[in-house]
């Protein structure tokens, strides 16, 4: 079975830009996740998406977006992107809101100039 | 507000060399403990769940134990293939999950 997927995988952006990243989870999984892992750091948690409602979010400006779709796949939005938000953002799948045994994805590197 | 700290911060052990990771935490009603293994570049690889104290899981060369406080990731005669970041997150009673920042093992052979 394929696992989490992200696209894409690397990403350059400058300042000021939006972007727009994107996640499968894995058949059958219909809770998505969002974390953002800066180097050197633990991932801290973004959103959680169930059956295309936000179910939690972290401690993150509104400039972050996400929604869920009908077959689960998910984006994360980020507005007027600053320095700070280069990192590796990472989605996690899991069957349901209990994050309890999530998959992660390897990620989508962003770097913000 | 929760709190996940490990040490150290790194670690680098020779191969057969057993050592102990290290994961304390706060938090206001503890859901499940958790802890991840992670390579360079990619996301982190569950491993194990622990909800209680005195619960012990093992794997391998791995083996997490939990207490009111802590949790330990004891790894037995390690090999350079178990080179890795470790990571440690629990889950209060809210369902929120707060990840330590984790420690870099480094195996040597």
């Known amino acids: 079975d394929a696992g989490v997927t992200q696209s894409p995988t690397h990403l350059i952006k400058t300042r000021g830009q939006q972007v727009t990243l994107r996640c499968s989870p894995i058949?059958?999984?219909?809770?998505v996740s969002w974390y953002q892992q800066v180097l050197g750091q633990g991932p801290q948690f973004i959103f959680q998406?169930?059956?295309?409602?936000?179910?939690g979010r972290g401690n993150f400006p509104d400039r972050f977006s996400a929604r869920q779709f009908p077959n689960y796949s998910s984006e994360l939005n980020v507005n007027a992107l600053l320095l700070g938000d280069s990192a590796l953002y990472l989605c996690?799948?899991?069957?349901?809101?209990?994050?309890?045994?999530?998959?992660f994805g390897p990620g989508t590197r962003l770097l913000v100039l | 507000e929760d709190q996940v700290t490990q040490s150290p911060e790194a670690l680098r052990l020779q191969e057969g060399e057993s050592s102990s990771l290290n994961c304390s935490y706060t938090v206001s009603g503890l859901r499940g403990l958790f802890w991840y293994r992670q390579d360079p570049g990619k996301g982190p690889e569950f491993l194990f769940t622990?909800?209680?104290a005195g619960e012990e899981k093992e794997k391998e060369r791995l083996k997490a134990t939990l207490t009111k406080k802590e949790s330990f990731l004891h790894i037995t005669a390690p090999k350079p293939e178990d080179s890795a970041t470790y990571l440690c997150?629990?889950?209060?009673?809210?369902?929120?999950?707060?990840f330590g920042a984790g420690t870099r093992l480094t195996v040597k052979p």
């Open positions: 997150a629990v889950q209060d009673s809210q369902g929120d999950m707060r």
């Open positions: 998406y169930y059956e295309k409602e936000e179910r």
């Open positions: 622990l909800y209680s």
């Open positions: 996690a799948s899991s069957l349901d809101t209990n994050q309890e045994t999530q998959y």
């Open positions: 058949s059958g999984h219909k809770s």
